[in-house]
């Protein structure tokens, strides 16, 4: 036994000295932990945030590129500039660029990009942002001139999204397994399950100022491997680690935790659609049921901030609603009793796999248990959750779930008629399309806070909070963004000290 | 048994040692591993009873705002990531764990017993075809019959409990046969059958009551085996269903937490440990105790 001990000791202390050896070693390259793999790494086709996260101004580029501070600044367009109205926009592209296939990047692929993602059989996330395009145009090679059918103030910023990506007319089939774009970095290798790697394109018209020659993605699941991945030296950061694991990190000297907010909201979806949850007091019960501070601290340990709303503090507008349907067992058991619901109410409840979900649910079950609600819990995978709840086709069979919607600015969402909630109010979508159409800053946020107090007081769904994004780096590491507006992971600006 | 040939040729009407019962149970008490493991069987099910009338505090109770908090007066054990009682957690999980074993070998055992029975007593092909079926039954573990009725039906403590309960109707049916078939090679069993009795009627009265021991003792190490797959299943989602309390959910539920603390994860560990542990030494146990040709040596 002590024998083993010992050599169990000595491998140990071997593989610390070790260790500032290998820093040392890879001055150029990093290793970054990620919970989900990506399905593909076409981020046009599939809605799946990990591919955004992998290729987004890294391997694909975009017109324009969402700052840290959520601030819009040019990528492939140099420039941009906008009709009065709001409806026209017309970009100037950069010259000179090319993508990874040699071929040049013009006004066409910008087209064939934007025509692609609005075509009738596209699965782009953003599909109805491009379907909204009156027309997308180019009078000459480094110009693209987009008509929206509406009043669009934000257009720069939406098509900075991994939605937007400018693919390459040719290759654009086989991107979702051999991306060609005309970002900073090439796919290496891909070993399904396990890691990506991303090599620095030699070709890039900036690549002397691209730092890492290599950035290999490692996927990892499960919270307690994530924190022994980035304890052994074995991933160098850690965007969006699971919750859980943060704390150990914020005392060791060898890492920087970084506490970014985010454009998210982490809401309980309520299925307006099913009797008795088409009665807004059985819905106000529901959320004068869920005490959103015991929710924060048990199912994101604190990570989060209360919204009341589906709007995010510090956006165009925003106002706090929290205070609209506030935490009150006894007001929510009088409201049931109010809408003639016998108790216990029987609900189902599905959770999807993150940490926010599965333990938000057993609180969440817990608190309206207490109000004589009896939600009954059910644990699904992502690709059930999507087919049995979400999707805009499938049967949205469900009472209750728990998701957070990580897309900046999706108000939008709620006015579409098949969304998952159900709401479908006529006076909403009038003032949504009131909102758009407005293109002075003061009007548009005196309507948004309208906005977000309708579904306050419409209990449209159980607004619990805005997540925060936790990131664990190695202390030398340099140039990791803070404030994530999105998810994506900037490469370009990584580097070692 | 008034069977007159029986009778006349002075053979027994059945094997079973007609031993008092006193003899058993002082033998019994003088066997270490029969009473460790029927001490620790004894105290698992007693927690489980207790939490049907008692706990330290409310298993199901959330407090985020004392969760993680260390062993004291008021949490022996401290508290999990939800801040409930780490005590009454075991408590009432062991109950889904009780429930989940007899429930799984209870069907095991009686569809096995049944299957192996008619096997030995049948023989021909509807031996062959109970067998091959049984072998391939036996080919799909619980985990994996399990994961696939949980894809059809979705998770949850009955399909666990079915999953195990699956698996295990081939280990009797095995168990059941041999022995059986050993049985109706004795000569009671030829007399039995020349005194005109039909092979449902010596399958009763003479082939179960012997072979019931041995299956007793099987059951006590199928018991302790279908404790592991229910908190292997558990662990895994596929169980006992949340807020429903049980070892194996509350070992995945200490994952996560490793790093901050570990004996989250040692307490449901050692409670597992402990049922199985108590239920191998008291199949063990009954294993020596039962067995006529042991208890002559003795």
Known sequence: ?497 | MSDPLTAAVGLPTTSVPSRPATGFWRRALRHRSFVLGAALVCLVIGSALLSLVWTPWPAYEIDIASKLKPPSFSHWLGTDSFGRDIVSLLLVGARSTILVGIIAVGIGLTSGVCFGLLAAARKGWTEELIMRMSDFTFAFPAVLSAIMLAAVVGPGMLTSITAIGIFQIPIFVRVTRGSANAIWAREFVLAARASGKGGFRITIEHVLPNILSILIVQATIQFALAILAEAALSYLGLGTQPPQPSWGRMLNDAQTLLFQSPMLAVYPGAAIAVAVLGLNLLGDGLRDLLDPRLARER
Do not use: C
């Open chain 1, 1 to 497: 036994m002590l024998k083993k001990i010992t050599i169990v000791a000595l491998t140990a202390a071997f593989a610390a000295a070790s260790l500032p050896a290998l820093a040392q070693g890879k001055k150029d390259s990093v290793v970054m932990g990620m919970t989900l793999e990506p399905p593909g790494l076409d981020p046009t086709n599939a809605a799946a945030a990990a591919i955004a996260e992998v290729t987004l101004y890294n391997v694909y580029e975009t017109l324009t590129k969402i700052n840290e501070d959520g601030s819009v600044l040019p990528l492939l367009a140099e420039s941009w500039t906008a009709s009065p109205d709001l409806k026209t926009y017309t970009f100037k592209l950069r010259k000179g660029v090319k993508f990874h296939n040699g071929e040049p990047f013009d006004s066409a692929a910008v087209k064939f990009s934007f025509e692609r993602n609005a075509a009738a059989n596209s699965t782009n996330k953003d599909k109805s942002l491009f379907q909204s395009f009156e027309s997308v145009t180019a009078p000459d090679a480094d110009t693209i001139v987009v008509a929206v059918k509406y009043s669009e103030p934000n257009l720069p910023f939406l098509l900075g999204q991994a939605s937007g990506s400018i693919v390459e007319p040719k290759s654009a089939a086989t991107n979702v397994t051999q991306p060609v774009g005309t970002g900073p970095y090439q796919l290496g290798a891909w070993v399904k399950g396990s890691s990506i790697t991303l090599n620095k394109w030699a070709d890039y018209r900036n690549a002397s100022a691209i730092k890492l020659s290599k950035v290999s993605i490692r996927f990892i699941g499960d919270p307690a491997a994530q924190a022994a991945a980035l304890l052994s030296g074995d991933v160098d950061a850690f965007p969006r680690i699971a919750t859980r694991v943060v704390a150990q990190f914020k005392s060791d000297p060898r890492f920087t935790v970084l506490i970014g907010g985010s454009k998210a909201k982490t809401i309980v979806a309520i299925n307006e659609k099913k009797k008795p949850l088409d009665d807004v007091r059985v819905r106000r019960a529901i959320l004068a049921a869920i005490d959103r501070k015991a929710m924060i601290d048990g199912a994101v340990e604190g990570f989060g901030t209360p919204i009341g709303s589906f709007y995010t503090p510090g956006s165009l507008g925003y106002v706090d609603t929290t205070g609209i349907n506030p935490y009150d067992p006894e007001k929510a058991k009088k409201l049931l009793a109010e809408a003639g619901v016998t108790t216990p109410l029987e609900l189902s409840l599905k959770l999807p796999p993150p940490p926010y979900a599965r333990q938000g649910g057993e609180i969440l079950a817990a608190q309206l248990a207490k109000v004589g609600i009896n939600a009954k819990i059910e644990n699904v995978e992502w690709a059930q959750w999507l087919s049995q709840v979400f999707a805009p086709n499938s049967p949205h069979n469900f009472d209750l779930t728990i998701v957070s919607h990580v897309e900046p600015f999706d108000l939008v969402k709620i006015t579409e008629p098949d969304y998952y909630l159900g709401y479908n109010n006529e006076a909403f979508n009038g003032l949504y399309k009131q909102i758009v159409s407005t293109s002075d800053e003061a009007g548009r946020a005196k309507l948004l806070g309208d906005a977000q107090r309708m579904l306050a007081t419409d209990a449209v769904a159980g607004f619990l909070f805005q997540p925060q994004w936790p990131t664990v780096i190695s202390k030398k590491l340099k140039g990791v963004w803070k404030e994530v507006p999105q998810f994506e992971n900037d490469f370009s600006a990584w580097s070692w000290e």
